[in-house]
């Protein structure tokens, strides 16, 4: 499984920006996915959740109400809508997903939010 992420960036409080995780090497329908974040210092945190069909999302308690995960089985995509973007929300942004007893994640991408 390899996963490549984009879409990262630097933008001022408030603002919005979308993250996008492009999946291959195996079918991307049935993976479940998932995106975490490291801010600088800290520990890797989990940010949303969903399940390979869709029917499941769940939201870090930090993002509830300002981002949106989704995904596009069609294109092999999932992405990150964050809107509402604090100077807290800034990290590294990895997607991540589980096949068998094996996890995989992209390099990341740098998410900047200032104030």
């Known amino acids: 499984v390899q996963l490549v992420e984009s879409g990262g960036g630097s933008v001022q409080a408030g603002h919005s920006l979308t993250l996008s995780c492009t999946a291959s090497?195996?079918?991307?329908?049935?993976?479940?996915m998932r995106w975490y974040r490291q801010p600088p210092g800290k520990d890797r945190e989990l940010v949303a959740i969903?399940?390979?069909?869709?029917?499941?999302?769940d939201y870090a308690d930090a993002v509830k109400g300002r981002f949106t995960i989704s995904r596009d089985n069609n294109s092999n995509r999932v992405y990150l809508q964050m809107d509402s973007l604090e100077p807290a929300d800034s990290a590294v942004y990895y997607c991540c997903t589980k096949r068998f007893f094996s996890e995989y994640w992209g390099p990341g991408t740098q998410v900047t939010v200032s104030s």
């Open positions: 969903i399940t390979s069909n869709g029917a499941y999302i």
């Open positions: 090497g195996v079918p991307f329908s049935s993976l479940d």
